[in-house]
């Protein structure tokens, strides 16, 4: 029961601030959302990255033990513009791959994925 719910103090009434605070509390919880939402974003983006880099390791392997059908999938997951110009054949790397293609110093993605491994 508020008997002062009219009296100012401080400036502001008692409704006046249950209504700011109750408003500063939704905010509050839709900060924690939002920020739990990210958190399970990243995780999901780091243990997708280990599995593409694990993917990305093993491509050779994985090419040379398929069948027809499935090395013909590789391909078309990994490469786009697929031309043949006499005897050469030239394509371009869809991303991610381009970017892994690019690098210029392997080692710089080292420190990223020894982070990644360790933290999972």
């Not at 780091?46 to 880099?53: C, N, V």
Request: a positive charge.
């Amino acid at each position: 029961m508020r008997v002062f719910s009219r009296i100012r103090l401080g400036g502001i009434t008692q409704d006046e601030y249950d209504k700011k605070a109750t408003e500063l509390r939704q905010k509050q919880h839709e900060l924690t959302d939002k920020l739990n939402t990210l958190n399970i974003s990243e995780e999901e983006y780091s243990i997708t990255l280990i599995k593409l880099l694990d993917i990305c390791s093993r491509a050779y392997e994985l090419f040379e033990s398929s069948k027809v059908e499935r090395k013909r999938q590789i391909i078309n997951f990994v490469l786009t513009n697929l031309q043949l110009r006499g005897k050469k054949l030239e394509y371009t790397f869809k991303k991610p791959f381009d970017v892994l293609v690019n690098l210029d110093y392997r080692s710089n993605w080292l420190p990223q994925v020894l982070k990644f491994r360790t933290r999972f």
